[in-house]
């Protein structure tokens, strides 16, 4: 039996009523997006250091711009995949993603939280005032109407994610039934910890282990679009 079977009949057997999804840059990986780690990786080709941190963007916004508005270009242009469009299908089933791409509200789920933030929306580094800008942009770096900088919506390194989106998660995976790991290398915490917090049934979809395939329950050796329709249906039809 291979292990997405083995999920499929975990699930059949516990019918669980909540389910948690925890997602990371794999999930949109089908969709065209670079992850972070990994062969083609983002931190392969550019030094976090110099792109995702406060200090560098008080050093060069501009660089740093330049980059966001290459990745807003790449979100922009991509679609949802069938990962995203099967988890959309749990209904309002919390979804909590390390992503920043906006894809799992584009395909339609409603109960997200965006642990990092949303790289389409800017806000003002003295006023913050958060705000859609899906448009490219201009100028680089581009400016508030107070004349102070615009900084994307996200969460850099060396910032704390918010808190209500913590709490809210760490709540979630303590009550869930079952809790969906999927596209997330999980070293970065503090999600890389939540699935540590689980209790109950977790399933992994990764096609490469991860720093949480080891306490998940089972862990899925997939690609996120080819593993997580069946797992979706599994759920769902287990309720009918
Ligand atoms: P990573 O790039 O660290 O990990 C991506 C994971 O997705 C890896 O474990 C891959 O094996 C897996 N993967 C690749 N293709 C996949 C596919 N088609 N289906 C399923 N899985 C696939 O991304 P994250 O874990 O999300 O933070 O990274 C966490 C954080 O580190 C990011 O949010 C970002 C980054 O630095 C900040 O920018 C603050």
Known sequence: MSSLDE???AIRKTRPRSVLVLTGAGVSADSGIPTFRGPGGLWRNFRPEDLATPEAFRRDPRLVWEWYEWRRGLIRDAKPNAA???IARLGDALVATQNVDGL????????????????????????GNPRLHEEPFDDLPPRCTCGELLRPDVVWFGEALPDDAVARTVSMVAAADLLLVIGTSGIVHPAAGFATLHQGLSIEINPEASGVSAVC???????????????VDAILEAHR
Request: charged residues 20%; glycine residues 4%; proline residues 7%.
């Open 84 to 86: 995203h469009e099967a």
């Open 217 to 231: 329950t089972y862990a899925v050796p997939l690609r996120a679009a080819e593993a997580t329709p069946p797992i």
């Open 7 to 9: 999920a499929i009949d």
């Open 104 to 127: 799992h509200a584009r395909a339609g789920s409603s109960n997200v939280i965006e642990l990092h933030g949303n790289i389409v929306r800017v806000r003002c580094v003295r006023e």
